[in-house]
């Protein structure tokens, strides 16, 4: 006989309460545990007291990795973790697109696998605190950053590799111990991933929670604080925190909402883009070294191998593949104010390794030296605005890199940039749209619409309105 | 030089009024062209008035369709349309996923393109008025169905089969010629499509449309009395309808919006689904005759062809290919009411031709005849239930058959159930959650949430809340 559940009263839909709380924590600037100024040498101490240190290397001496034979992937022998492949991607003209036919080949990493990028909250003095992690990624330029309470793929937390328990998974897997905030699986960068997601989470609980070392609470205006400092707020960290909900001021737009998501459905619709996975093996236009794989005009990004060695990591060494980008890329959005209400200029682009075709990206986002050749009307929209843009229109600049764990040096200068009529027209080109940072930001409650350098920028413009700069 | 943009005023985000118009088509259960009870006679005078004849055919009859020697796949000689080919589905346990494994064979449909399917809308004596026309599909177990007022695949309004023109396209694409009510990609079906989704449209006009032959203007209240007749709405009509506007109470629900995003990223987390395409040569489990390619236990679906006659499509004649299921589909929602809300029971489905693991589908979605030899116990969860429903459970029941263009005869009993306690709980199992429809009318202007079956059942609800039966 089943015992019948007792009736449980409804829940609000919308909680405005949460989006409160949150913009409660974004103005607070100083947090319970540590002095927003004393951050950076609480996060340099953690780095002296853990001994990291990653060496490149040849391919041969990967441990565990290796090329198959017949196809040339680069994969582990377990099976799991990634693999690195190749690709055929072409975008169709008519009858099926709008195109132009273009046609090219690329390494992708290959990782089926979703992971878990989780932000713990609790509240102390009445103000949300983030538990926010110093940890070493093998890519990162200055190897330790600021990084989600847990940042684990399945194979991670299932113990996979053998390693330590992965901490706090608790709280992001099995039973709800908590009270979610947000929970919504984005894309990964779609020009080096092939169709990966993963889930951001923000938790909060209100129980006692153990503070471990490397672990520490800041405020949402402290962490705000922080994604001014170049290299110190890591991209895992960015993305979850561009998921939280902020306070709606019920401010119109240039598009309506149904505007919007017409215009994207239209983007979707009019691009036609095939990607097939090949062998990685005599990819045209890529050539494979000892130490590295790379195009073989020397552009875009290469393949290459690093060892780590590390105290603090759920395993203590270990050598993967990363990829590594050629130069310094610039990420941008342009900003209008329009009727009033701040605009930013998004790009539907198409990606290679998107589930669904295009996600909004920021207006700019290349690495410029991959067009340096370009003729000037060939070179991608709105960069050259970008890159001579005065320092009086500069509203926010700073250095961040790319997931460290699969992406090596992977810097990029994430600008704010106030634009005019001359420079971006209200009524903008074909693949631009003009949106308010609150239509991203309920957006970005469901996954596929902002790709993970948009969702950065989404984090910085967020931050900028509490810092005020 | 640039002409600046002249400073426009912003546009609310969300417009009420077009949610209240919408509620107001529905609550007029007369329109200004037709009376209800007229229209299944002028269904059938269009269907007298064109002469429609479909033939079973065997393959080798097909005209500008064959089987590839190398993968035995069906294709047309264009390289357009759509192709039959094999998929192999896994569905993995640990460490990727929940599981348990399993895995199976089975023809997909390919159909690369995105199609439109798009409602006019016009007001008439002040009452928002829809475009529907009567149109023959061959699978369509009564050929003729009210159908949009555009159903078009990218091949038909680009002229591939170099048929006539597709009426009232102009509305749908190319420059904006109204007002967007609603504009998203939805998918299909992901147990008979690859990754198959269509743009669904809803565009209000002000002008002058010419009235076709074929086509007539209905109110969503006369859509809501026709849509409690068996076989008379057609699939492409139902979902576009499911993606309309209502207007929202503000009530409450058992999740609140964040904790039903988490539960279905939790769903799409915890499933790993994997589908390669396949030769559809020696597929396993399948065998291919002259007249059809059929499971080798007789169960599921069989692909057959057949030979088409028509008077007023674009094109006067043609042969193809259609899916065939075989047996009479049982798709249900059952529902219950929770702090005086109604709630639906929606189900996390896997299906392999999704693009995202999984959509929210129908309490129960089976073809019973594929289970019957299941011991009780085995037997889809809920699936009994909605068998046994009493008849004074039974809030709405219509025979519906999915896209006449591409299945045949592909009939289900579309229900809608009461529920207590002991049939569905307050706590569901896993895979299950309670939502309102107020939720899934918020889900659905996204594209993902909500598979076609779901959208079926949600248009009916909106229809039953109407005529109130």
């Not at 169709?195 to 609470?217: A, H, Y």
């Amino acid at each position: 006989m089943l015992t019948p559940s007792l009736p449980r009263p409804l829940r609000v839909r919308e909680e405005a309460r949460t989006s409160a709380r949150v913009a409660l924590s974004a103005a607070t600037t100083e947090g319970v545990q540590l002095r927003t100024r004393d951050i950076p040498s609480w996060l340099a101490g953690r780095g002296r007291a853990n001994d990291f240190r990653v060496d490149r290397i040849p391919f041969a001496q990967l441990d565990g990795w290796a090329f198959d034979e017949a196809t040339g992937n680069l994969g582990h022998r377990s099976g799991r973790f990634f693999t690195v492949e190749g690709l055929h991607v072409t975008e169709q003209d008519g009858p099926f697109g709008d195109g132009p036919h273009t046609e090219w080949h690329q390494p992708i990493i290959k990782q089926p696998e979703v992971g878990v990028l989780g932000i713990l909250v609790k509240e102390f003095d009445g103000v949300p605190h983030f538990l926010m992690q110093a940890k070493m990624e093998p890519g990162n330029p200055n190897l330790l950053q600021l990084s989600p309470t847990v940042q684990a793929t399945r194979s991670n937390y299932t113990k996979v590799h053998q390693g330590g328990d992965v901490k706090y998974i608790e709280y992001f897997v099995g039973p709800r111990r908590g009270r979610v905030i947000a929970d919504v699986l984005q894309s990964e960068h779609g020009s080096w991933f092939y169709r990966k997601s993963n889930r951001n989470m923000v938790v909060e609980v209100t129980g006692d929670v153990p503070l471990l070392d490397d672990f520490c609470w800041l405020t949402l205006g402290q962490i705000s604080e922080l994604l001014h400092r170049d290299n110190t707020v890591n991209m895992d960290a960015r993305t979850v925190l561009s998921c939280l909900p902020h306070p709606d001021t019920g401010a119109g737009a240039l598009l309506s909402d149904v505007e919007l998501f017409s215009w994207i459905t239209e983007e979707r619709s009019r691009h036609d883009v095939r990607a097939e996975r090949v062998p990685l093996l005599d990819l045209p236009g890529w050539k494979r070294g000892e130490s590295a794989i790379e195009h073989e005009d020397g552009l875009y990004f290469r393949v290459v191998a690093v060892a780590v060695q590390a105290g603090n990591r759920e395993v203590t060494g270990w050598t993967q593949p990363l990829f590594e980008p050629v130069g310094l890329g610039v990420t941008a959005f342009l900003t209008r104010t329009f009727g009033g209400v701040p605009h930013v200029l998004v790009h539907a682009r198409v990606e290679a390794g998107f589930l669904d075709t295009i996600e909004l990206g920021p207006t700019v986002q290349y690495t410029p030296g991959n067009y340096a050749h370009f003729a000037p009307r060939d070179r991608p929209r709105f960069l050259d605005t970008v890159l001579h843009a005065s320092t009086d229109r500069i509203r926010y600049e700073t250095v961040h890199a790319e997931e460290g764990g699969r992406f090596l040096n992977a810097e990029s200068r994430y600008l704010i940039i106030d634009a005019d009529e001359a420079d971006a027209p209200q009524d903008p080109p074909p693949g631009y749209a003009w949106a308010t940072p609150a239509q991203l930001t309920s957006l970005v409650r469901h996954g596929h619409y902002l790709n993970v350098q948009a969702r950065t920028l989404l984090a910085c413009l967020n931050a900028l309105a509490v810092t005020g700069r």
